[in-house]
Antibody, heavy 120, light 107 residues
Framework: EVQLVETGGGLVQPGRSLKLSCVAS????????MYWIRQAPGKGLEWVSS????????YYPDSVKGRFTISRDNAENTVYLQMNSLRSEDTATYYC?????????????WGQGTLVTVSS | DIQMTQSPASLSASLGETVTIECRAS??????LAWYQQKPGNSPQLLIY???SLADGVPSRFSGSGSGTQYSLKINSLQSEDVASYFC?????????FGSGTKLEIK
């Protein structure tokens, strides 16, 4: 059974940093791209980052580019999201996700999410 | 960036009815489109990928169609467990973008 478990969320002051982790199990982690998606309270979904299988290619929207960094450790079956210079608008539940062989670019499996609150 | 315009924003229908949710892309996305269902308090769930392919375990009353810039999600024989928000998402180009969502309620 595929499982994605995010940790690392919490309350952080504006301008500070936070690192999220997502531990994966139930599939061959090193064979799949991994993704982070966020959802502000009561709002819609926003794609945050993608990383390819070996970590050599990463993608971000302009809203987080230069502040967030996605990385992965295939030996530990873990994907990370380093978030720097946090802003109030980064307040959201952050989900990690993966596709499937048939649906490589869709988010077929999601974690339960971890809440990040940026506030003084 | 590709803009995804989703309609309606909210929808109220009776049990057993058929409902349709639309999504329009600002440019051709070549069927690189997914639909998600999110029930209150839960993570989103993939329903449809590649515009018309049913994800594993999804009931056959859900279907997707469309091409180019126009796509739709149809739910046949609406059931109480279908109360949720629904989102479309394009993955033709980075940045991946979502529609703003449709909140479906039962009359």
């Amino acid at each position: 059974e595929v499982q994605l478990v995010e940790t690392g969320g919490g309350l952080v002051q504006p301008g500070r940093s936070l690192k999220l982790s997502c531990v994966a199990s139930g599939f061959t982690f090193s064979s799949y791209w991994m993704y982070w998606i966020r959802q502000a309270p009561g709002k819609g979904l926003e794609w945050v980052s993608s990383i390819n299988t070996d970590g050599g290619s990463t993608y971000y929207p302009d809203s987080v580019k230069g502040r967030f960094t996605i990385s992965r450790d295939n030996a530990e079956n873990t994907v990370y999201l380093q978030m720097n210079s946090l802003r109030s608008e980064d307040t959201a539940t952050y989900y990690c996700a993966k596709g499937t062989i048939a649906a490589r670019w869709a988010f077929a499996y999601w974690g339960q999410g971890t809440l990040v609150t940026v506030s003084s | 960036d590709i803009q995804m315009t989703q309609s309606p924003a909210s929808l109220s229908a009776s049990l057993g009815e058929t409902v349709t949710i639309e999504c329009r892309a600002s440019e051709d996305i070549y069927s690189n489109l997914a639909w998600y269902q999110q029930k209150p308090g839960n993570s989103p769930q993939l329903l449809i990928y590649d515009a018309n392919s049913l994800a594993d375990g999804v009931p056959s009353r859900f279907s997707g169609s469309g091409s180019g810039t126009q796509y739709s999600l149809k739910i046949n024989s609406l059931q109480s467990e279908d109360v949720a928000s629904y989102f479309c998402q394009q993955y033709n180009n980075y940045p991946f973008t979502f529609g703003s969502g449709t909140k479906l309620e039962i009359k």
